[in-house]
C-alpha cells in the first residue's frame, strides 16, 4: 500500500531539499508495505541519512506550518504568563509570545488540534502555531522548570 498523503507529501519534500534522488522518493512512496509515519521518519534517518532538521522543514512544508528551533529559545518570567507551565509539559506546549491578539506556540505534533484548541480556550487568542523538534520543547520546557527566579540587578550592579 502506498504511503499516506503527508507521508509522500514530506518525502517529496526531502526529494526537493535535495536529499533524495526521483527514484529513492518514488521508491519509498510506493512501498508495498504499510508504514507509519514514526517508520517512515525512521526509514529516512537510518537508510538515507536524513537530519531531524532537514524532518523538521520538510514537515513544515508539507502541513504548511512554519519551523522553530527550539532549542535557541530562551525562556524568561513572561514565557508562561499566559499558559500555566504543567498544561505545557503534558501537551508539549511551548509558548513562545504573543503578537497582538495571537498566541505564538511550538508544538511538536501538527496533527494534534485539541492542543491548539485548548490553548485558544484557555488564552483567548489566536493560535500561531509553528513547528518544533519534540525533544527540544521537552528540553526547554524542563529548563524553565529548574530555573530558579533572576536576582534583581540595581543600577550599580551593572
Known sequence: MPL???QAAIVNEIQKLGHLSAEQAQEIIATPEEMS??????LLVTEYGVTEFKMLVAKCRAVGLSPFNAARFTADERT?????????LENKVLPVGNAGNHMVVAVCNPFDLSVINRVQESTRRKVVPLLAL?????????ESGSQEA?????????
Open 4 to 6: 499516506a498523503r503527508i
Open 37 to 42: 509515519g514514526e517508520m517512515v521518519e525512521n
Open 80 to 88: 508562561f504568563e499566559k499558559l500555566d507551565r504543567d498544561f505545557c
Open 134 to 142: 519534540e525533544r527540544e520543547i521537552k528540553s526547554k520546557l524542563a
Open 150 to 158: 533572576p536576582v534583581a540587578e540595581g543600577f550599580g550592579d551593572v
